[in-house]
């Protein structure tokens, strides 16, 4: 298997985690309205439907982080770090990863075993309400979560072993990107010439444009 392959594969597997954990989103939608019209339609609140939207929207949070590093998303103070070469910018990565990351994921996933295990040792309920649901599946959560991100961390740094190696980065698996991300990208990108990152641009804000003025006749209409 070539490093790349190797890569792609992990970014696959985050992928795939990530997308699958997105529809608990729609459960949690769902669980929210039919509460709202329980409780103020019918008056017939659920006791433990706040537990059940923090479990729902914590492993939604919690299993799509290796999705998200896997798209290189995550929040960055850029300012500095994105006029850097890109072999600067692989040094401090690999640093940061090595000195941070490996210990804090490390720790998580460690804790949260141990965490999760005393929870169905004892069958653990939540307390917020009496008849609280069980949270120990959910506890469950923690160290798979990190399991992940970890995973998805170790190809992270074999990317940034083999920017040092040939001063550029390997490719990422696309997916979906915000237009004002795609935009900058165009922007700040050495391999697309003045005309094509011109006519790109030029493309995403013209969907930019026809989007909010979709938007904007929507409110009219309402």
């Not at 965490?115 to 917020?128: L, M, P, Q, R, T």
């Not at 160290?143 to 920017?163: F, K, N, S």
Request: with cysteine; net charge negative; hydrophobic share 45%.
């Amino acid at each position: 298997m070539s490093v790349q392959s190797f890569l792609h594969t992990i970014d696959g597997i985050s992928t795939w985690v990530g997308k699958a954990t997105a529809w608990l989103m729609i459960v949690l939608m769902s669980a929210v309205c039919i509460e709202v019209f329980k409780r103020y339609i019918m008056n017939m609140p659920t006791s433990w439907i706040f537990d059940l939207d923090n479990m729902l929207y914590g492993t939604l949070f919690m299993l799509c982080g290796a999705y998200t590093l896997a798209q290189n998303a995550h929040v960055r103070g850029d300012f500095l770090y994105s006029s850097m070469r890109p072999r600067t910018q692989a040094t401090l990565d690999l640093v940061l990863y090595i000195v941070f990351f490996l210990p804090g994921i490390a720790a998580l996933v460690y804790a949260g075993y141990f965490y999760a295990a005393d929870s169905w040792h004892i069958a653990e309920h939540s307390n917020v309400t009496a008849d609280g649901p069980p949270v120990y599946h959910f506890k469950s959560v923690i160290p798979l979560a990190g399991a992940l991100i970890m995973l998805q961390g170790v190809a992270e740094i074999v990317r940034c072993v083999v920017c040092l190696k040939t001063g550029e980065w390997p490719s990422r698996l696309k997916d979906v990107a915000e237009i004002d991300v795609i935009e900058e990208q165009l922007a700040h990108s050495e391999y697309v010439d003045d005309e094509s990152r011109k006519v790109a641009i030029e493309g995403a804000a013209r969907i930019d444009e026809m989007a909010r003025q979709r938007g904007m006749g929507g409110d009219v209409q309402t």
